[in-house]
């Protein structure tokens, strides 16, 4: 495996685990009163169009790290809804 | 341009611009406790790399995007640490 294939998997794998922190806080607090529900709305079609993008372009890697990233991030959203300000 | 480009591009467009009404929302509450400190950190290093990543694959949009990114999720990190709970 060369470098750049090596630095894009770890950065893939960097930028999905990043939520995995916020579901495990937001769940605990039961507070979500300072994260932006705009921002995980857009974030959310965002990955889902990436995950699309790499079912057309064939890339399993884009696809997997965009749909454990659309999962983390959909929960986000759903905690964003139900813990009211 | 092939549909498979454009997706992309607008599913670029859309993970980054996410990160501006969480830029406006915490600079106008002044109130972080909610975000996690751990995502940004972890967010941030692997946008860092994504970026290294389109330099070494000599991918323009790839860089240009996460650049972007990377400054607006700075600028969130920036207030988390500002911001004190």
């Not at 999905?16 to 529900?37: E, G, H, N």
């Amino acid at each position: 495996m060369d470098t750049a294939k090596l630095i894009g998997l770890v950065a893939g794998f960097l930028t999905t685990v990043a939520f995995v922190p916020q579901v495990i806080k937001t769940w605990r607090s039961k507070s979500a009163r300072d994260l932006s529900l705009v921002m995980f709305l857009l974030f959310c079609t965002g990955v889902f169009l990436w995950m699309i993008y790499g079912i057309m372009i064939n890339e399993l890697p884009v696809i997997l790290w965009n749909i454990i990233t659309l999962l983390l991030a959909l929960i986000i959203l759903l905690f964003k809804i139900r813990f009211k300000d």
